[in-house]
């Protein structure tokens, strides 16, 4: 097996080698912090920033990586068996990528959404208003703050509304989650079976 030219060199050596290491180590530590912060939300919360740029270089190594993967397949005279197979499994993993980011971002903002709505959809707490406050009207008829809640409970809709918000947003940010996950765990398994074909491409029968 020989090299003709190749562009994506370094000191002569082909860059596909060593692009490789941004794709399999920081897309599958984004894979497994996204299913964390899937399932703990306190800790998406926390920990969404680190998470999500790992996400992001991970995914923007992919099409440069690919690029020099096909740069050097092309170089190569005389290809190895199942070098074609390698070929074919990494030109098709970023669509997995795309759509692992897609679903961390979207949870991110559906989670933010839920957050709020779960903030401000319970029981409001007052604070006891001060006897020049109770002398004010709060609003047209009403006088005090607790002639003001009376109101409120008494309308019809007016405290349902909020909580039922509340619930929407979770339902909607478990199923994002669950599409997250499953996202997060196809992109690492189809690292797992590019890495492998390569491996095997590569190395298959030497030594043994």
């Known amino acids: ?34 299913i964390i912060i899937a399932v703990v ?3 998406r919360r926390r920990y969404w920033l680190p998470v999500l740029v ?11 990586t690919q690029q020099a993967g096909e740069a050097l397949y ?3 005279k005389g290809s190895p068996p199942g070098l074609a197979h390698h070929r074919d499994l990494g ?18 903002v559906v ?8 903030a401000t959809g319970g029981v409001r ?13 709060v609003a047209p008829g009403v006088h005090s703050i607790e002639e003001l809640d009376e109101e409120v409970a008494a309308t019809p809709g007016m405290v349902e509304e909020a909580p039922s918000a509340s619930r929407f947003w979770g339902v909607i940010t478990v199923i994002v989650a669950l599409a997250l996950i ?20 590569v190395w298959k029968g030497v030594g043994g």
């Open 1 to 34: 097996m020989t090299l003709a030219d190749n562009s994506f060199t370094i000191n002569g050596l082909p860059l596909h080698p060593l692009l490789v290491h941004a794709v399999v180590v920081l897309l599958p530590l984004a894979a497994v912090g996204s």
């Open 41 to 43: 939300p306190k800790w």
């Open 54 to 64: 790992l996400a992001v270089l991970g995914i923007g190594a992919v099409p440069i």
């Open 74 to 76: 092309n170089s190569i």
């Open 91 to 108: 030109n098709a993993l970023l669509p997995y990528a795309i759509a692992f980011g897609v679903m961390l971002l979207l949870l991110l």
């Open 111 to 118: 989670g933010r959404i839920a957050d709020r709505e779960r």
């Open 125 to 137: 707490a007052v604070r006891a208003p001060s006897a020049s406050l109770r002398q004010q009207p």
């Open 182 to 201: 499953a996202s997060a765990v196809a992109v690492t398994y189809e690292i797992y079976l590019i890495g492998d074909s390569g491996a095997s491409a």
